[in-house]
């Protein structure tokens, strides 16, 4: 079997256009300021459209640009540093977090997320969803699955307001002794609700952290959790092994 000579690979033209728009970023753009628009911004630099595209796309990715609703291509502030793992058995998003609730319904949970939760598929559980806040900007948006048997002392809720009953539920979770968790992360795009709640367009780039939690010699909750790729940078503490998903492989929830 031959080896690639990386030397004689050529650059794609989109990627060498990427690194002058970054250099053209640092020197002439300020954080905030709106790009011009495609068409100026390609005959400035002498490209076609599409190769473009293909550049400030990368940019995106990589969080040096922002694509915002109305507002057009804006040059991104630097990212802000989330810690997502929390010691191996506490709970992530206690009361010293800024996890917000949004709303509590009660459903049966994807296929992939029934796997974990070893509940039977027709059985419906609490679905919470809850938008994590950094730095006055929304970060993260969640869906924490609970079957009704983590939380059996939980009161009716059903007449309680949406956000009253996320509380409820998170808050009779996290009475439960935790014996551990583990933790996934992959790169996807943003679904339709996640980019609304997290002031992005559909198909910006998220990093999707799925979580099961661990208690009483099963599953008690799985989080499925969209962070901002274009201005999170995740740390992990000492939550366990650190699982990178590739693309094609199958996705833990969606």
């Known amino acids: 079997m031959g080896t690639t000579q990386l030397e004689s690979v050529q650059e794609p033209k989109y990627w060498h256009l990427k690194t002058v728009l970054s250099e053209a970023l640092d020197s002439d753009f300020a954080v905030g300021e709106i790009l011009p628009n495609e ?15 293909q550049a400030l796309e ?3 990715l990589e969080g040096r640009l922002q694509r915002r609703r109305g507002v057009g291509t804006t040059v991104a502030p630097p990212r802000v540093g989330v810690a997502v793992s929390t010691a191996q058995h506490d709970w992530t998003g206690g009361a010293d977090e800024a996890w917000q609730p949004i709303g509590c319904t009660t459903a049966t949970a994807p296929a992939p997320v029934l796997a974990m939760l070893d509940v039977e598929s027709d059985e ?3 679905i919470v969803r809850r938008i994590r806040v950094a730095q006055g900007q929304p970060v993260a948006a969640e869906l924490l699955y609970v ?8 009161s009716a809720i059903e007449s309680s307001p949406s956000a009253a009953r996320a509380r409820s539920v998170v808050r009779e979770l996290h009475r439960l002794g935790l014996d551990g968790q583990d933790r996934s992360v992959e790169l996807g795009s943003a679904r339709a609700d996640d ?3 997290l002031d992005r367009l559909p198909g910006a780039p998220v990093l999707v952290v799925t979580t099961r939690y661990l208690a009483a ?3 008690a909750a799985v989080s499925v959790a969209t962070y901002r790729a274009d201005t999170c940078r995740l740390t992990f503490g000492d939550s366990g092994d650190l699982e990178i998903s590739h693309p094609g492989q199958e996705r833990h929830a969606s």
């Not at 068409?39 to 595209?53: D, P, Q, S, Y």
């Not at 079957?147 to 939980?154: F, G, H, I, K, R």
Request: charged share 25%.
């Open 195 to 197: 980019a609304k709640e």
């Open 217 to 219: 010699g099963g599953t």
């Open 39 to 53: 068409r100026e911004l390609a005959a400035r630099f002498g490209v076609a459209r599409a190769t473009l595209r």
């Open 58 to 60: 990368q940019l995106e």
């Open 147 to 154: 079957p009704s048997a983590s939380v059996p002392e939980l």
């Open 124 to 126: 419906p559980v609490h």
